[in-house]
Structure formats: structure tokens, C-alpha cells
């Protein structure tokens, strides 16, 4: 292992893991609102739409990140709607974790027992407020852990972006790998710095789990 | 007699093919206690629910002062505010305070401050001995107390009329005392209540009038006294036997 080496690198992994950053973080963040809404157009059967979303949950849980990037980023272009490649970072981030997130949160609401809605409409509040003040805050706290699973998840799967040319952490452990052929020391600093953006994430995560489930509800 | 706070009017209640309600009809007067007894699955709770449209009727009607209930009209949610419900498993928000359970609906619905709302909300928790535990989440309860919260919580919306859904069902004999408790004493402010229980001896206790449904229709009704002790039909004879033990002739 090589000090110098991982020091002339460190500016070079730096820019790349905050790449991989802005467009992980990104993505989560679309992820999480395109899984909300598609989760309740799931669980309420709102016509068409629920038929239209589940093609898109099954299709895109269920075939690879890096074909579906390899779809927007090469095949858009053929029809022409060409979109660069960070922003093709993001879509195709969104749109995976958006299947996943809707997966995990429609279980939460299905968590929720239906008399709990009874109970909230027989006081005389309407379906929206029903949703947004009983139901929703129920399934979003348990469907916590299956988020930070999510976020974890995806934000490993951020190491295909390298295929569509994103310098990010992929990226530029596999370049320098090409050009100096120090193989170790750019593996060990890929390894660590996956570990400094995961690990803050399980671990604030688990904690929010804890505060949600049991604080929340009073135990 | 007072006026007619709710009509049921020759309903039908039916999943799929599995007829629940078979043209029932009945009239609730303002003010007045009616209990529904009957063997399980006789369609008493179903009753329940339809007079505030949680379940779709497929034949005739119920109104409230004069006004249709029907659960996809505009004016449901105005209606429901009428109509209190309490249900057997307490149905207490888990993830709100006490407190927040029973003014939600107050703030949410009706617009009021949640200073308003708090102070009733206190009142009336005082008034059933659970002041304590306003800052307590439900699961931190037992049931008859989270019984009496349930109640509160409908009380605090001002109904014309309470709804019991068998409230002491899922409770210790000893919690089931202080959750009737606070229904008689209901009884005696003359709020307007319909009560489907178990527990006959609160039902004479309580009721203006009893019910006696099964398969889907009122076979027997009258006064607590007249259904008790002279009940006139042989079904409710039979069902009000199956309530009393004769003691045991151990076997020579």
C-alpha cells in the first residue's frame, strides 16, 4: 500500500464521491416521491393508473439497473430526446427506486387495519384527511425500515453510472486501475469510500427506526 | 313521542349473495336508548354500520332527520359528524396522544382552535376519570380505559346520536364496568343512543327499548321488561335461554 499514491488520489475520489452523492441523493429523493404517489394509486385502485403503475413496478423491478440506463441513455437519443448523463443518472435512479420505494410503502399501508379508516370517517373526516392525518403517518413509520434498506440499496447501485460514462466512484477507481495499474490502493480507497457515504446512512437510519416505532407510539 | 331522529326504511344488506339485512325497518326516536341483541352473525353490528354509510345498502333507506344517508354523497361527511361511533376495538389513533385522538376531528372537521377543542376535550376526559392520561399514547392504555378515550372522542364532536358497536367485547370483565358506566351515565343526559351488546343485564339496565334481531330481521321488540321477562316469540324465548344456567345434577 501505497501512501502517496492514495494521497495524489484522494482530490480525484473526493470530486467522485460527490458526484455520486449529488445524483444518489437525487434520485433517492424523486424515488421517494414517485413511490408515494405510486403506492397510493396501488393501494386505493385509482382506475387505469393502478393498472399502468403496476406494469411500471413489475417492469422495473425486474430487469437490471444498467440496462434500464443503457434504454434512457442510448436509446432516447435514437428517438430523439437526448438527455446528458447526469440527469440520465438521476431518471434512471428515480425510476428503479421509485418501484421499490412504492413496493415497500404500499406494504406499510397495507399494514394499516381498514377499520382505522372507519374509525376516522365514522368522526366525520373526509378521505383526504383520513389518508393524510390517520393513515398515512401509520405506514410511512412502518415502512421506515424498508426505506433505509431502499436508500442503502440504491445508493450501492450507483456503481453502474460508470457504464454511461458518470465519473463517479465506479468510474474513477476503474480509470486510475487502466492508467497506473495501482490496483490495491484504488480498490481500498473505492471500499473506504463507499463505507463513509453507507454507513452514516444504516446507521442514522436505524436510529429513526427506533425513535419512529417506538417513541412515536408511545413505548 | 319525541320526533324521529333516524328512519331505517325496509333495508337490504347483502354481500355477494349472503343476505344480511332482509328488509329491516326501524325508527329511532330523539332521545331515546335502543338495544339490538341476537345471536352472532344475526346482523346487528352490520345495522351499525350502515346507519353511517360504512357499508353500501342495496335496498332501501335510511335518513337522518329527514335526510338520505348515502356514503358516496357530498353531505356524508356532514352527517357522519351527527352520528358518534364506537367500535369494539377501540379504533384510537396510535400514532396521536390522547389528547390529539380526541381533537383531531374537532380542529380537522369542524374548524375549531385547538384551544377550544383542548378544553372540552379535558372536560370530558376529566368527566370519565382519564385526565391523567391526556399526554399518554393508546398503547400505553388498557382497554376499558382506552374504551372510555374512544368514547370521548365521539362525545367531542357534539352527535345527535351515539352508535355502540359490542364496546365491552374485547374487554376483562373488569374493565367492562367502567366503560358501561359512563354509557348509563350518557343514558341519563338523554342522549340519543343505539347499543348492540352481549351484556343483557346492561341492555335492561339501559335500553328504552330492545331489539331483538336474527337472520337479518327484527323478530321481537318492546320494552326491556316485556323482552326479558315475557318475551313473546319462541326465538327470543330460546335466545334468552341460552344466557341462563340451571345448576348442575351431578350423575348418581
Avoid at chain 1, 422495473?60 to 428517438?79: A, H, S, V
Avoid at chain 2, 351488546?197 to 337479518?216: K, N, P
Wanted: net charge neutral; aromatic share 8%.
Amino acid at each position: 500500500m501505497n501512501w502517496e499514491v492514495i494521497q495524489s488520489y484522494l482530490p480525484l475520489y473526493e470530486k467522485a464521491a460527490l458526484l455520486t452523492l449529488k445524483i444518489g441523493w437525487l434520485g433517492i429523493a424523486f424515488s421517494i416521491i414517485l413511490g408515494f404517489v405510486c403506492a397510493i394509486i396501488r393501494h386505493y385502485k385509482i382506475p387505469v393508473l393502478h393498472r399502468i403503475v403496476g406494469i411500471y413496478i413489475e417492469l422495473f423491478r425486474n430487469t437490471p439497473l444498467l440496462i434500464q440506463l443503457f434504454f434512457l441513455y442510448f436509446g432516447l437519443p435514437k428517438i430523439g430526446i437526448a438527455i446528458d448523463a447526469e440527469f440520465c443518472g438521476v431518471l434512471g435512479l428515480a425510476l428503479l427506486g421509485g418501484a421499490y420505494m412504492a413496493e415497500s410503502f404500499r406494504s406499510g399501508l397495507e399494514s394499516i387495519e381498514p377499520i382505522q379508516t372507519e374509525s376516522a370517517l365514522s368522526l366525520g373526516m373526509s378521505r383526504t384527511q383520513t389518508i393524510w392525518h390517520v393513515i398515512l403517518p401509520q405506514a410511512i413509520s412502518s415502512s421506515v425500515p424498508a426505506f433505509v434498506a431502499n436508500i442503502v440499496f440504491l445508493l450501492k447501485e450507483t456503481s453502474v453510472f460508470s457504464a454511461i460514462s458518470l465519473m463517479d466512484l465506479m468510474f474513477t477507481a476503474k480509470d486510475l486501475i487502466g492508467l497506473y495499474s495501482k490496483t490495491i490502493e484504488c480498490l481500498a480507497m473505492l471500499v473506504i469510500f463507499y463505507l463513509i457515504i453507507l454507513l452514516p446512512v444504516s446507521i442514522v437510519g436505524s436510529i429513526v427506526e427506533k425513535k419512529l416505532r417506538f417513541a412515536g407510539f408511545g413505548e | 313521542m319525541s320526533e324521529v331522529l333516524i328512519k331505517i326504511d325496509n333495508i337490504l344488506k347483502k354481500y355477494d349473495d349472503n343476505v344480511v339485512l332482509d328488509g329491516l325497518s326501524l325508527d329511532i326516536h330523539e332521545g331515546e336508548v335502543v338495544v339490538v341483541v341476537g345471536p352472532s352473525g344475526c346482523g346487528k353490528s352490520t345495522l351499525l354500520r350502515c346507519i353511517n354509510a360504512l357499508e353500501p345498502i342495496q335496498g332501501g333507506m335510511i335518513t337522518f332527520r329527514g335526510e338520505k344517508i348515502d356514503g358516496r354523497s357530498k353531505t356524508i361527511t356532514a352527517l357522519r359528524q351527527k352520528i358518534g361511533m364506537v367500535f369494539q376495538s377501540y379504533e384510537l389513533f396510535p400514532h396521536k396522544t390522547i389528547l390529539d385522538n380526541i381533537i383531531l376531528a374537532p380542529m380537522k372537521v369542524q374548524k375549531r382552535s385547538r384551544a377550544d377543542a383542548r378544553k372540552e376535550a379535558e372536560e370530558l376526559l376529566d368527566r370519565v376519570g382519564l385526565l391523567d392520561k391526556k399526554d399518554s399514547f393508546p398503547r400505553q392504555l388498557s382497554g376499558g380505559q382506552k374504551q372510555r378515550v374512544a368514547i370521548v372522542r365521539a362525545l367531542c364532536m357534539h352527535p345527535d346520536v351515539l352508535l355502540f358497536d359490542e364496546v365491552t367485547a374485547a374487554l376483562d370483565p373488569e374493565m367492562v364496568r367502567e366503560v358501561l358506566d359512563v354509557i348509563l351515565s350518557l343514558a341519563k343526559q338523554w342522549k340519543t343512543m343505539v347499543i348492540v351488546t352481549h351484556e343483557m343485564s346492561f341492555a335492561r339496565a339501559v335500553a328504552d327499548r330492545i331489539i331483538f334481531i336474527d337472520q337479518g330481521k327484527i323478530v321481537e321488540e318492546g320494552t326491556p321488561s316485556e323482552f326479558f321477562d315475557h318475551p313473546k316469540t319462541e326465538r327470543a324465548q330460546a335466545f334468552l335461554q341460552t344466557f341462563t344456567f340451571d345448576k348442575v345434577e351431578k350423575e348418581a
